[in-house]
């Protein structure tokens, strides 16, 4: 529970990093965060993945079991969920945290609870569909909030940042929420990678997927104007060091996180619990947004609407937690 709880507190914080520079492209951030993600990665799995016990496997014993298809997987995950962290990114840069954090967790945990009503029954269904319909009343007031905001702050041509945001959080929590019963899936077995495995290779594929991700952004900005790739080399040192401490704190997270879990997808029910556990740091991460970067200052209505997306998305995690 303990690492769980960590898990979530690392998921949920990560994005200050990302909003303490907002003249920071989130393109240029991304690259850095996977660097720091798969340093990281690294340096758990080799230091505390290798000190495991004689009735245990180590980082490096289940390396030398690990066959190339769970490799793969691992590896697939990390590509697919870079595809949506990245838009979850560029959400906080549009919409701000306290918008795009509780849109992508809910619309992950939907995703998430889909995934595992076709792997089969939950051990609770009752809980688990409720919590389901609370992610998704949380979604409509996140929906209603942005609403007010707009109008609080309305563009006098095209589409509104903040819908910008909200559409690429709920397209990038969808692509989050398929990516970790993947890399789940890669520790089955007896030719499963382990958790420390899992996310080094999970983090190999964010990093490896990432700057087509930032490519595709910088020609087709949805913020600003086009950019060459080069200009990430003109970054200062605090700006590139942001990014590494974001990525660095989110692979702690996932590290905890998985090391939490079972292993194996056949313990989907149990892993769902788990991933709503993890996405409920999205609720301390949007009342940072609100609280530290004063977000929604000017729009009373969109804050009490945004307190209230939280607490239905704190209620429905805890219930699919309780349910699985």
Not at 81 to 95: D, R
Not at 118 to 139: E, Q, R, T
Not at 147 to 154: G, I, M, N, T
Not at 188 to 211: C, K, N, Q, R
Request: proline share 3%; charged share 10%.
């Amino acid at each position: 529970m303990l690492t769980l709880v960590l898990a979530a507190l690392f998921w949920g914080a990560w994005a200050n990093t990302l909003r303490a520079d907002r003249k920071w492209r989130f393109e240029f951030y991304a690259f850095d965060f996977a660097l720091g993600a798969m340093a990281m990665a690294l340096l758990l799995a080799m230091t505390v993945g290798n000190a495991g016990s004689s009735s245990s496997f180590t980082f490096e014993d289940g390396m030398t079991v690990a066959s190339k298809r769970n490799m793969a997987t691992a590896f697939g995950g990390g590509a697919i969920y870079s595809v949506g962290n990245v838009m979850i990114m560029a959400g906080v840069a549009l919409a701000g945290m306290s918008t795009a954090l509780p849109v992508a967790a809910g619309i992950a945990l939907l995703t998430g609870v889909a995934a595992a009503a076709i792997g089969g029954a939950p051990s609770n269904g009752l809980l688990v569909y409720g919590g389901a319909g609370a992610a998704l009343a949380a979604l409509i007031a996140a929906a209603r909030a942005q609403k007010e905001s707009a109008l609080a702050a309305p563009v006098k041509k095209g589409m509104h940042p903040g819908w910008k945001g909200f559409i690429l959080s709920c397209v990038g929590g969808v692509f989050t929420g398929v990516s970790l019963p993947i890399v789940e899936s890669s520790r089955g077995g007896d030719t499963g990678v382990g958790a420390y495995g899992a996310v080094v290779f999970m983090a190999f594929g964010a990093l490896a997927m990432t700057p087509l991700v930032d490519l595709y952004f910088l020609n087709l900005p949805v913020q600003g104007d086009a950019a060459s790739p080069l200009g990430y080399l003109k970054g200062a040192k605090g700006q590139h060091f942001l990014g590494i401490l974001g990525g660095a704190m989110w692979g702690a997270g996932t590290i905890a996180f998985f090391a939490a879990a079972d292993g194996g997808f056949a313990n989907a029910p149990k892993f769902l619990g788990n991933e709503a556990l993890g996405y409920s740091g999205a609720v301390a991460g949007a009342l940072c947004g609100l609280a530290i970067w004063g977000e929604q200052a000017g729009a009373s209505k969109a804050r009490a609407m945004l307190l209230g997306a939280m607490t239905l998305l704190a209620g429905a995690a805890a219930m699919v937690f309780m349910g699985s």
